[in-house]
C-alpha cells in the first residue's frame, strides 16, 4: 500500500505493494524539538555521523525505508505500507543491542523505553483498522494496537536525538560508529606522498575519486573519513573524528577538528569544531565555527563568526521552539543552528546559542538575534522584516542550479507552505 496527501482534500489514500517486511521510521513528538530542522526534513533525514540516521537503519537491516510523519512533509517523504511493517522512530541512532532487540519483535509488539514507543511491528489488517491513530502518529504505549509492550532491556544502551544540541553532541561518537559499519570489507585509496599523515594510516579512510594533495590529516586520536570525489585542498588540516561527504570540499589551510561533519556537496573554509554541515551548504572562508549545526543550501559569508562559549563560561541558553522561550541546554559549549535556505552576509556576528530559522536572508554587522525567525529578512533599521515568498522560492532557485540541480515543485510548496503558517502564526 502507498499513501499519499493532497494538499486540497486532506485526505488519505492507500494502494496495493507486495513485498517482504516493510521498515518505516516514524516521526514522534520529538520532532517539534528539533525545528527548524525537522520543518524541511523528517527526523531521521537528519545528518548525525557520516550519514543520516535513515541510511544507517538502511545499511543496519538492508531494506529501503519510508517515512509516518506530519502530512506537509509526505509529498517530499512517502509512507509506503505492506503485509508485515517494522516502524522504528526515526530520532533512534541505531546500536547493534537495539538492532537485536527490534529484531525479536513479532507483529503486535511494541518495544519501549520508560513510557515512549520506541518501535513496534504491526501487520496490514491491525494497520488498517487503526489508520488513523497510526497516521496521525499516536503511538504512545497506550495505544490500543499493541498486544504487548516489550520493556527495552536495562542494559541496552540507546541514543535518541531530542533537542538540537544533540546532533553536534553525538556527531564524534556517531561518525565513530559509521566508519565502522560503512568501511566494513573496503579498502581505502592510498593517500599522495605530499600528504602529510600523522598517527594510524589505518584510521584513515580514502574513497574513490578523492583529491588531496599537500594536506595535514593527523588521526593520533580519531578517525578520518573522506567521501567519493571530496576535495581537500594545499594546507588543511584535520585533526582528530572528521568525516567529509561526497564531493565536499575543503579550501586551503581550513582547520577542522573533533566530531566535525562536512555533509556532500559543501564547500568549507576557516575554523571549524565539532560542526554539523548537513549539505549543499557554503562556508568557504575564514571565521570560526563551533558546537554548531548548518541546514542545507545555507552560505555563510566571509569572515563571519559565531560564539559557542559564553564570557561568564556559563551555560547556554537556547530557543526552544515547543516552549516558544529560550530553555538552559546544560551545555558550556552551544554554538548556532541555522536552518535550510539562510544565509548571512560578509562579517555576520552570531553570539552563543543562536538558532535562526528556515529561508533567512540576513546582514549587517551587529549581532543578531539569538532567535531569529524564518524567513526573516534584515536587520533593516534594528528590525528583522519578513522577506517576500517569491524572492526566497527565486534565490533558491538559483543557488539549486549552481549545484547543477534544480528546486523542485515539492520543495516549492513546502516552502510556500511554510511561509504561511509562519505569517499565520505571527498573526
Request: charged share 20%.
Amino acid at each position: 500500500m502507498y499513501f499519499c496527501w493532497d494538499f486540497s482534500k486532506k485526505k488519505s489514500q492507500f494502494f496495493l505493494s507486495q513485498n517482504g517486511m516493510n521498515l518505516i521510521l516514524f516521526d514522534s513528538v520529538l520532532r517539534n524539538n528539533l525545528y527548524p530542522l525537522t520543518l524541511t526534513r523528517t527526523t531521521s533525514d537528519l545528518r548525525v555521523g557520516m550519514v543520516t540516521i535513515r541510511q544507517k537503519w538502511e545499511k543496519l537491516l538492508s531494506l529501503p525505508s519510508y517515512s509516518l510523519t506530519d502530512f506537509y512533509l509526505k509529498p517530499k517523504f512517502p509512507l509506503v505500507v505492506e503485509d508485515d511493517n517494522l516502524f522504528i522512530d526515526g530520532s533512534l541512532l541505531p546500536t547493534p543491542d537495539l538492532v537485536t532487540q527490534i529484531l525479536k519483535l513479532s507483529p503486535g509488539k511494541a518495544l519501549a523505553g520508560k513510557d515512549t514507543v520506541l518501535a513496534f511491528r504491526i501487520d496490514r489488517k491491525e494497520l488498517i483498522i487503526h489508520e488513523k491513530a497510526i497516521l496521525n502518529r499516536k503511538t504512545t504505549t497506550s495505544s490500543p494496537f499493541f498486544k504487548k509492550i516489550i520493556p527495552i532491556d536495562q542494559e541496552t544502551q540507546y541514543i535518541q536525538i531530542n533537542h538540537l544540541s544533540d546532533i553536534f553532541v553525538h556527531n564524534k561518537n556517531a561518525i565513530l560508529y559509521d566508519f565502522q559499519l560503512f568501511t566494513k570489507d573496503k579498502t581505502s585509496q592510498v593517500a599522495s606522498p605530499t600528504n602529510l599523515i600523522i598517527g594510524n594510516p589505518n584510521h584513515l579512510f580514502i574513497e574513490e575519486g578523492v583529491e588531496m594533495e599537500g594536506a595535514i590529516i593527523n588521526v593520533t586520536e580519531g578517525y578520518i573519513y573522506l567521501g567519493k570525489n571530496a576535495k581537500i585542498m594545499e594546507g588543511a588540516l584535520l585533526k582528530g573524528t572528521v568525516a567529509i561527504g561526497e564531493e565536499a570540499t575543503v579550501m586551503p589551510y581550513s582547520r577542522l577538528s573533533n566530531g566535525t561533519t562536512i555533509g556532500p556537496h559543501c564547500k568549507v573554509g576557516g575554523e571549524i569544531n565539532n560542526v554539523v554541515f548537513m549539505g549543499y551548504s557554503n562556508k568557504a572562508h575564514d571565521g570560526f565555527i563551533g558546537n554548531a549545526v548548518i541546514g542545507e543550501w545555507c552560505n555563510i559569508g566571509a569572515g563571519s563568526n559565531f560564539s559557542n562559549l559564553k564570557n561568564n563560561y556559563g551555560t547556554v541558553r537556547q530557543w526552544f521552539y515547543p516552549d516558544h522561550n529560550y530553555k538552559n541546554t546544560g551545555l558550556q559549549f552551544c554554538g548556532i543552528v541555522m536552518g535550510d535556505y539562510s544565509k548571512c552576509s560578509i562579517g555576520s556576528n552570531f553570539n552563543t546559542g543562536t538558532v535562526v530559522g528556515i529561508a533567512c536572508n540576513l546582514f549587517g554587522a551587529d549581532f543578531h538575534d539569538r532567535y531569529v525567525k524564518s524567513f526573516s529578512f534584515g536587520p533593516k533599521d534594528h528590525q528583522y522584516l519578513i522577506n517576500k515568498i517569491d524572492k526566497v522560492i527565486e534565490t533558491a532557485s538559483i543557488v539549486c542550479q549552481r549545484r547543477h540541480l534544480y528546486l523542485s515543485h515539492t520543495d516549492q510548496q513546502l516552502l510556500e507552505y511554510l511561509f504561511l503558517l509562519e505569517n499565520l502564526e505571527t498573526e
